[in-house]
C-alpha cells in the first residue's frame, strides 16, 4: 500500500517570471530587475508547499516529452513528490510568462495551455486510491471520475476553487475553498460569514473563504464560523499565494491542527511564500515556519 498521503491532481507547468517596476507601453523596453524560471500550475504548487511542510504528497497530470517537461520533473524530484502518476503525453508542457510588476501590486499572464491532456495511468489511480487526502484544482477536479473517486468512498476531497464555480456542487467535496468573491457570486446579497455558514451545513462539509491580505475564513460544524488575519511580510510577489494556501491547508489538516489554527497557518505559510519571485522558491518548511510564528508571539 502506497506510503502517500496526499494526492495533488491537476495543471503542472513550467513559468518564466520577470519582475519589472512598471510595465512596458507599447513598443517599450523595460529592464527586469529579476528573471527567474520555476514550477506553476495549481496542483503541482500546491502538492509542493505539502511536501515543503512533511507531508507525504504525490503529483498528477500531464507533462510533455520536451526539455520543460524534463525541468518539471526534476524540480518534483528536488521537492520529494512522488511522480509516478504523471503521464507524458505528445503535447508541450503547459507554461506560462508571467511579468509582475512592483509599482502596480500586479502580474500580467501569458500562457500556453496543455493541448491534450493524458488519460490518468495505473499508478495515478493506485495514489488517488489509498491516500487519506485528494487535493484537485479547476482541471483535476474534472478527472477524479476516471479513477472512480467519490466523496464518501475513499480519501477525503479537497477543492481549489479559485473561479468559475457559481454552479459547483460544494457537496461533492470535503473541503470546499473558494475565494471571497466566488462566495459572493454563489451568495448573492449574503454576508461573508452567514455565506459561508450556509453554504456548509447545505454541503455538510468544511468551507473556507480566501481573502488576500485580509487571511481567511471557515465554516464547520464542529467550529461554527472562524477566521485568521493575514500576515505582513517584505512582498516581492503574490504569484501562486493562493495555491501554497490550498496546500498548506490541507497539511495542517492532516497534521490534526483545528480548522482555525489551519487557516492561521496556512495564512503564515501563503504569507512567507510572497518573499520569492515564483510561487515555490520561498515556500517555508515547517521548522521555518514554527520559528517564524515563534518569533512573532
Not at 106 to 121: D, F, G, H, P, Y
Not at 255 to 261: D, I, K
Not at 263 to 278: E, I, Y
Amino acid at each position: 500500500m502506497s506510503h502517500i498521503e496526499v494526492v495533488c491532481v491537476g495543471i503542472i507547468t513550467i513559468d518564466t517570471v520577470a519582475l519589472v517596476d512598471t510595465y512596458p507601453d507599447e513598443d517599450e523596453r523595460v529592464v527586469a530587475q529579476e528573471i527567474t524560471r520555476g514550477g506553476g500550475g495549481p496542483a503541482a504548487v500546491a502538492a509542493v508547499a505539502l511536501s515543503r511542510l512533511g507531508i507525504p504528497t504525490a503529483i498528477v497530470g500531464t507533462i510533455g516529452n520536451d526539455a520543460d517537461g524534463v525541468e518539471v520533473m526534476k524540480i518534483f524530484e528536488r521537492e520529494g513528490l512522488d511522480v509516478s502518476g504523471i503521464s507524458i503525453g505528445a503535447s508541450a508542457t503547459a507554461g506560462s510568462v508571467i511579468v509582475a510588476s512592483r509599482r502596480n501590486s500586479a502580474r500580467a499572464i501569458s500562457t500556453r495551455q496543455l493541448i491534450v491532456r493524458e488519460k490518468l495511468n495505473r499508478a495515478a489511480i493506485d495514489l488517488m486510491t489509498h491516500a487519506q487526502w485528494i487535493h484537485a484544482d479547476h482541471v483535476g477536479i474534472g478527472e477524479l471520475s476516471q479513477a472512480g473517486i467519490v466523496r464518501g468512498k475513499g480519501p477525503l476531497l479537497s477543492f481549489d476553487a479559485g473561479y468559475g464555480v457559481e454552479k459547483f456542487d460544494a457537496s461533492s467535496v470535503d473541503l470546499f475553498v473558494p475565494t471571497d468573491k466566488q462566495v459572493a457570486l454563489r451568495n448573492p446579497g449574503i454576508k461573508l460569514e452567514l455565506a459561508l455558514e450556509k453554504e456548509a451545513k447545505s454541503a455538510k462539509n468544511i468551507v473556507v473563504a480566501t481573502q488576500g491580505f485580509d487571511g481567511s475564513s471557515g465554516y464547520s460544524m464542529d467550529t461554527g464560523f472562524v477566521h485568521a488575519p493575514g500576515f505582513s511580510v517584505d512582498v516581492v510577489s503574490t504569484l501562486g499565494a493562493g495555491d501554497v494556501f490550498h496546500g498548506a491547508l490541507v497539511a495542517q489538516l492532516v497534521q490534526g491542527y483545528g480548522l482555525q489554527e489551519a487557516l492561521r497557518r496556512a495564512n503564515a505559510v501563503a504569507a512567507m511564500s510572497c518573499r520569492g519571485l515564483d510561487g515555490q522558491s520561498m515556500i517555508p518548511t515547517t521548522i521555518e515556519l514554527n520559528k517564524y510564528l515563534e518569533a512573532l508571539a
